[in-house]
């Protein structure tokens, strides 16, 4: 079983920055990826970024792509999403997501990963 925390939404005005934060703990594999989806409202949930951890690999849906970072340590199990110049289209529970399975070729595919945590949302006004 693994666990994932994330933390650090808010409310933040357009243009502005926010770091999020996910914390996994239990029996992660020693090659494993996390990732980020979102989901705003009415809407379905979307695939963010995804990072390999053992060598950081990254891959970023386009819409975010120069705006928003992903950042892993390694050691401590965390992962980092650094959202700037955020738009209000950007409002949505941000979720944090572990995949087993590093490399893997669907990585925008919510049934690759095995586990999520709850969610933080992001709010961001105009």
């Known amino acids: 079983q693994v666990q994932l925390v994330e933390s650090g939404g808010g409310l933040v005005q357009a243009g502005g920055s926010l770091r999020l934060s996910c914390a996994a703990s239990g029996r992660t594999s020693s090659r494993y990826a996390m990732g980020w989806f979102r989901q705003a409202p009415g809407k379905e949930r979307e695939f963010v970024v995804r990072i390999s951890m053992s060598v950081g690999t990254t891959y970023y849906a386009g819409s975010v792509k120069g705006r928003l970072t992903i950042s892993r340590d390694y050691a401590k199990k965390m992962v980092y999403l650094q959202m700037n110049s955020l738009k209000p289209e950007d409002t949505a529970v941000y979720y944090c997501?572990?995949?087993?399975?590093?490399?893997?070729?669907?990585?925008?595919?919510?049934?690759?990963?095995?586990?999520w945590g709850q969610g933080t949302q992001v709010t961001v006004s105009s």
């Open positions: 997501a572990a995949d087993l399975e590093e490399s893997r070729s669907s990585v925008a595919l919510e049934g690759s990963y095995d586990y």
